[in-house]
């Protein structure tokens, strides 16, 4: 079964702009498709899970084709509140198999299913899990094989206000869809750090920006601030154990760390 890197929230200004006047998210971008390619083994497919690029031009869309060209591993994409109608544009494989305007796609990848939820409200920070969205998603989870759901905004609170209040509104359509069919997992963004939670009975994970990261600051009325912290994306690794489908999902971190350092000497004793 595959392995799937989750990217999310890249935030790609054209020309190499500073987002917020700060962050290089051009820089930050390139530091993950090169970590990416590194990894061994090697990813079997790239999920960004929205937030491609700031404004939606297609000048940042063409920007962010150049940044991740060097990625090994296909490409699969979902909008987020600050991507535009022009990402089909750049991305057609995508867009020539979604169900619908605003609903998704699935495509597979080494015999497992990646569900791709359009949670996007045209002109709208916040996602929404309409009727027609959780339709196609119920259609989609009677067909057989395992599936991991991706979208953009995360249908949970995280207590960090200024996000929650975009979140995926109605979220309890998507919980109701979900519970009982056997999914393995579903993958958000929007948040720009790591956040478990459980929907619907099943695990649901937001990763982080490979750029900046929001602020964990849960106390109530907290300003919206994003700090630097170790940029990551998160691996999803799909395996047999013992007949069974097991889901197990790393953080890995991009970046020249100390290391490796060996636990044990060569005749077994611990260092």
């Given amino acids: 079964m595959p392995l799937i890197a989750q990217l999310t929230d890249t935030h790609i200004r054209a020309n190499g702009g500073l987002a917020y006047g700060e962050v290089d998210?051009?820089?930050?971008?390139?530091?993950?498709?090169?970590h990416l390619n590194a990894l061994d083994p090697a990813p079997d497919a790239v999920v960004v899970s929205g937030d491609l690029v700031d404004y939606g031009s297609?000048?940042?869309y063409a920007d962010f084709k150049r940044l991740v060209a060097p990625l090994r591993a296909p490409l699969w994409v979902i909008p987020g509140n600050h991507d535009s109608?022009?990402?089909?544009?750049?991305?057609?494989?995508?867009?020539?198999?979604?169900?619908?305007?605003?609903?998704?796609?699935?495509?597979?990848?080494?015999?497992?299913?990646?569900?791709?939820?359009?949670?996007?409200?045209?002109g709208a920070p916040y996602g929404l899990a309409t009727a027609e969205r959780c339709a196609w998603l119920a259609e989609a989870l009677r067909r057989e094989g395992p599936a991991l759901l991706f979208l953009h905004h995360p249908p949970f609170l995280?207590?960090?206000?200024?996000?929650?209040?975009?979140?995926?509104r109605e979220a309890e359509r998507l919980a109701a869809t979900v519970e009982g069919r056997g999914l393995l997992a579903i993958g958000c963004g929007h948040v720009h750090r790591m956040v478990s939670a459980t929907v619907g009975g099943v695990r649901t994970l937001i990763g982080p920006s490979p750029a900046h990261a929001v602020t964990l600051d849960v106390r109530p009325g907290a300003p919206a601030t994003f700090e630097f912290e170790p940029p990551a994306v998160l691996l999803h690794r799909v395996s047999q154990d013992?007949?069974?489908?097991?889901?197990?999902?790393?953080?890995?971190?991009?970046?020249?760390?100390?290391g490796p350092y060996p636990f044990f000497r060569g005749d077994g004793s611990l260092v």
């Fill in 25 to 34: 998210t051009t820089r930050f971008l390139a530091a993950a498709v090169a």
């Fill in 58 to 60: 297609a000048a940042e």
């Fill in 85 to 122: 109608a022009l990402i089909w544009e750049a991305f057609p494989e995508a867009g020539a198999i979604r169900a619908g305007e605003g609903l998704g796609y699935e495509v597979s990848v080494g015999g497992l299913r990646l569900l791709m939820l359009d949670s996007t409200v045209a």
């Fill in 158 to 168: 995280t207590g960090i206000e200024h996000m929650d209040r975009n979140n995926c």
């Fill in 242 to 258: 013992g007949g069974r489908l097991a889901h197990v999902t790393h953080l890995s971190f991009i970046g020249d760390y100390d």
